[in-house]
């Protein structure tokens, strides 16, 4: 079975930082793209960011570029989401989402990440 | 990348059909077949219905097709059932590992 477990969400002041894990299990994670995406409270869903299989090539949302830092370690499984310089508007439930065929097939449970005072 | 257009709103009664529709651009919708449309409950992570375009996963029923013309993908689902009230969110590849997804849109079963 497919599982993606997000961890490290919480509170955070503006201009703070915060690192969310994303563990994956029950399937070959090296061979899979993946994608973080953010979805505000009662807002809709919007793409962060996308990293190839081997970790080569990493984008961004305009919005996030420059503050956070996608990378991944196939040998752990795992998925990992640096945020740096972290604003209000960066509030939001967190998903990690295995990429496949131009979609997102599987996403995990999210972690909230607030950004506050 | 300028987010997807949907209508904020949609309704019909249970064994209507109804389509949301999905309006984009010729850079991303328009050009590229990797349009893709979810559904997501109250609290719940998104779940995917369709996949380039017209595709449905295993385990999605026959009752969900997607189409589409021009910059516009649309969802349609036939036989609506009450367990079909939730958000759908269309998504397209918006090229150079670029994505894009539309602002959701809430479908009531009347």
């Not at chain 1, 029950?26 to 090296?30: E, S």
């Given at each position: 079975e497919v599982q993606l477990v997000e961890s490290g969400g919480g509170l955070v002041q503006p201009g703070g930082s915060l690192r969310l894990s994303c563990a994956a299990s029950?399937?070959?994670?090296?061979s899979y793209w993946m994608h973080w995406v953010r979805q505000a409270p009662g807002k809709g869903l919007v793409w962060v960011s996308h990293i190839l299989s081997d970790g080569s090539r990493i984008t961004y949302a305009d919005s996030v570029k420059g503050r956070f830092t996608v990378s991944r370690d196939n040998a752990k499984n795992t998925l990992y989401l640096q945020m740096n310089s972290l604003r209000v508007e960066d509030t939001a439930v967190y998903y990690c989402v295995r990429g496949w065929r131009y979609s997102y097939d599987y996403w995990g449970q999210g972690a909230l990440v607030t950004v506050s005072s | 990348h300028s987010a997807l257009t949907q209508p904020p709103s949609a309704s019909g009664s249970p064994g209507q059909s109804v389509t949301i529709s999905c309006t984009g651009t010729s850079s991303d919708v328009g050009v590229y077949d990797y349009v893709s449309w979810y559904q997501q409950y109250p609290d719940k992570a998104p779940k995917l219905m369709i996949y380039e375009v017209t595709k449905r996963p295993s385990g999605v029923p026959d009752r969900f097709s997607g189409s589409k013309s021009g910059n516009t993908a649309s969802l349609t689902v036939s036989g609506l059932r009450a367990e079909d009230e939730a958000d759908y969110y269309c998504s397209s590849y918006a090229g150079s590992n670029n994505w894009v997804f539309g602002g959701g849109t809430k479908l009531t079963v009347l």
């Open positions: 029950g399937f070959n994670f090296r | -």
